[in-house]
């Protein structure tokens, strides 16, 4: 179970965040934390990313 869950999370990452242009401007106009912010709370990726992530707590 954790390691598909990992495998959904990475398989994510790669095709959606990896060259993502929202995370690379929002990285530019403020912080690598508010960037961040910005993808666990906004985007729907990030938001599928988290849910998948709080499964492995």
């Known amino acids: 179970m954790k390691e598909k869950t990992l495998l ?11 060259g993502c242009l929202l995370k690379k401007m929002n990285r530019e106009q403020g ?6 912010k910005f ?3 906004e985007c729907s990726v990030g938001l599928r990313i988290r849910s998948h992530g709080n499964q492995l707590q």
């Open 31 to 36: 912080t690598r934390t508010s960037a961040h």
């Open 8 to 18: 959904k999370i990475n398989q994510l990452e790669e095709k959606y965040c990896h």
């Open 39 to 41: 993808c666990i709370t």
